[in-house]
C-alpha cells in the first residue's frame, strides 16, 4: 500500500497511515513524513495528529537522517508562519545565490553546523543528522531571527532595532538561535524566568564561541559582544549584548552583570516582561562564562566550552537555576580536567564573582 | 478609534509600544485602520492568543483597541497571531502619524 505512493501523499494522509496502517506501513509512512521539509516547517499543521501518535521530532530524523538535503535555505516572500517554509533558493552543492541573505544563512548554518561537529562531535541540533532549514525574508521589516522549534527563520531587519539585511550578517546571532534548537533537544531549559535565561546564555556562550573560532580569536582576543554591527543606530550601541560587560552594549541594554542587580519580573504573558527577563537576566550566566574562559586562557571552545556543553547536554533540566547551572559546570569541570585544577578553580570562581555561588 | 500595540521579547528582548489614533489621520488612512481592525475582529478575539511553551526569540504582542466605549487587549505570542492581526500590526507599525516608543523590558508604561 505504502510504496512509491508515500512520496507523494500529502502528510494528513501519511499520519492516517501511520495511525491505522499495519506496523510496516506505520513505519513506512513515518519514514516519508520525516523526509519531507513541508512537514518539519510546517510542524503545527500536523502538530496534533503527530502529538497523538506520540512521534516527535527526534524520533523521525532518527528514522531518516535526509543527508542528500542536509542544508538547505528557502525564501518565504514576507510570508509568515503559514507561508514557511516557501521556494528553496540553495541546498547541498547548489552554486551561491544571486541572494545575499540566502548565502549567509546558508554559510551561517554550515559554519554553525561544523563548529558543533568539530568541536563537540556533535552531528547536527538533535545530535543525528537533522536537516537545518532556514527562511529567510519572513515577514514585513521583521526585526528578528529565530529557531520556531523545526527551522530558522530571518527577517530583513529594517525595522527600528536593526539595520536592513542585518539579521543573517552576524554569525554570532545565526549559531545563538541554532542553539536554542540544541537546548530543545537537550536540556530542554523552560523558556521562562532563571530557565528561560539559562536557555539564552547557552545560546549566547556557544554564538560566540562559533564566531570566535571562525575568526580565531582566543579568549583574550575576542570581543565578547553578540550581535556586533547589525543594530540601528537609534540604539546608539555597538552591539545587542556583551558578555564581558553586560548591560553596556546599547542605550537600552538593561543586563545585569551580578546576582545583587537580578531583575525578577513576573513570568506572565504581559510582553514587557520577556517571560520574566529572559533576555536581562541571561547577562549574569554570560559573564560567568567570560570570566571562567578568560581565567583558563587559549581558546575559549577547548576548555570553558567543552565543560558549558557537557553541562547544558548531559546535566541540566527543563527547571533549572543559576546555581543549579553553576554547580554543575564546578562538577562537570572536575570530571572532565581535575578535581581542583586551574579548570574548575576557574569556573567556581567566576559564579562566586556574579554572585551565583 | 485608537490601537496601541506593544511588542517584547525577539532575539533583542526590547519592548517597543507603538500607537495610533484614527482622528489624528487623513480620513483615507482613517478608514483604512477601520477597515483592519474589522477584518482582525479584535473585538471577537479571546483575550489570550499564547502558547504555554514559548519559541525562544518570537515576539510577544498586546494589542489594544478603544472604539466608542468599547475597549478590548489581546496579548498574543507571534507564533499563534493569526494573519489578520499580523496585518493590522504591520499596518499600525507604518502608519504615518503613528507615535513610537522603544525601551528595555518593565520600562514603559502599561496604560
Not at chain 1, 559573564?287 to 547536554?313: D, S
Amino acid at each position: 500500500m505504502c510504496g512509491s505512493f508515500c512520496l507523494i501523499a500529502p502528510p494528513d494522509v501519511l499520519v492516517r497511515i501511520a495511525e491505522e496502517g499495519a506496523p510496516a506501513e506505520r513505519d513506512s509512512a513515518l519514514r516519508t513524513l520525516a523526509k519531507s521539509v513541508g512537514l518539519r516547517a510546517q510542524r503545527a499543521t500536523v502538530g496534533s495528529a503527530m502529538r497523538e501518535l506520540g512521534v516527535d521530532a527526534a524520533e523521525l530524523a532518527f528514522l531518516a537522517p535526509t543527508r542528500d538535503a542536509f542544508i538547505t535555505v528557502y525564501d518565504v516572500g514576507h510570508g509568515g508562519d503559514f507561508a514557511l517554509p516557501g521556494e528553496r533558493r540553495r541546498g547541498e552543492d547548489d552554486p551561491a545565490s544571486p541572494d545575499p541573505e540566502v548565502n549567509e544563512a546558508y554559510e551561517g548554518a554550515e559554519k554553525t553546523y561544523e563548529f558543533y561537529r568539530e568541536v563537540f562531535d556533535r552531528d547536527s541540533i538533535d545530535g543525528r543528522g537533522l536537516e537545518i532549514v532556514s527562511s529567510v525574508h519572513y515577514g514585513t521589516e521583521y526585526d528578528n531571527a529565530a529557531w520556531t522549534g523545526a527551522q530558522m527563520i530571518y527577517g530583513d531587519g529594517g525595522g527600528g532595532m536593526f539595520i536592513t539585511g542585518g539579521m543573517t550578517k552576524a554569525l554570532d546571532v545565526i549559531a545563538h538561535e541554532l542553539t536554542h534548537g540544541i537546548t530543545d533537544f537537550t536540556a530542554n531549559l523552560q523558556y521562562r524566568k532563571q530557565s528561560g535565561a539559562l536557555n539564552e546564555s547557552f545560546s549566547d556562550v556557544f554564538g560566540s564561541l562559533v564566531k570566535q573560532r571562525v575568526l580565531g580569536h582566543s579568549a583574550a582576543d575576542a570581543d565578547w559582544l553578540i550581535g556586533e554591527g547589525i543594530i540601528a543606530p537609534a540604539l546608539d550601541g555597538v552591539a545587542l549584548r556583551s558578555m564581558k560587560e553586560p548591560g553596556t552594549a546599547h542605550r537600552f541594554d538593561r543586563q545585569p552583570a551580578s546576582m545583587e542587580d537580578f531583575m525578577d519580573l513576573p513570568d506572565d504573558d504581559n510582553p514587557r516582561n520577556d517571560h520574566g527577563g529572559v533576555h536581562i537576566n541571561s547577562g549574569i550566566p554570560n559573564r560567568a562564562f567570560y570570566l571562567a574562559a578568560t581565567e583558563i586562557g587559549g581558546n575559549a571552545w577547548e576548555q570553558a566550552g567543552r565543560i558549558w556543553y557537557v553541562t547544558l547536554t548531559e546535566n541540566l533540566g527543563p527547571n533549572s537555576s543559576f546555581q543549579e547551572a553553576a554547580e554543575a559546570t564546578v562538577r562537570v569541570a572536575g570530571e572532565l580536567f581535575e578535581e581542583s585544577g586551574s579548570e574548575q578553580n576557574a569556573v567556581r570562581g567566576a559564579w562566586e564573582t556574579v554572585g551565583v555561588l | 478609534m485608537k490601537v496601541s500595540i506593544v511588542r517584547g521579547g525577539g532575539l533583542a528582548g526590547l519592548v517597543t509600544k507603538t500607537a495610533v489614533d484614527a482622528d489624528s489621520l487623513p480620513p483615507e488612512e482613517a478608514e483604512q485602520l477601520r477597515a483592519k481592525v474589522e477584518e482582525a475582529g479584535v473585538f471577537d478575539l479571546p483575550s489570550k492568543l499564547t502558547t504555554d511553551s514559548p519559541q525562544p526569540d518570537r515576539f510577544s504582542y498586546e494589542v489594544t483597541v478603544q472604539d466608542e466605549g468599547r475597549e478590548h487587549t489581546i496579548t498574543a505570542s507571534e507564533e499563534a497571531l493569526p494573519d489578520s492581526v499580523r496585518d493590522l500590526v504591520s499596518y499600525v507599525k507604518n502608519v504615518p502619524g503613528r507615535e513610537d516608543e522603544v525601551g528595555p523590558p518593565d520600562d514603559l508604561p502599561s496604560e
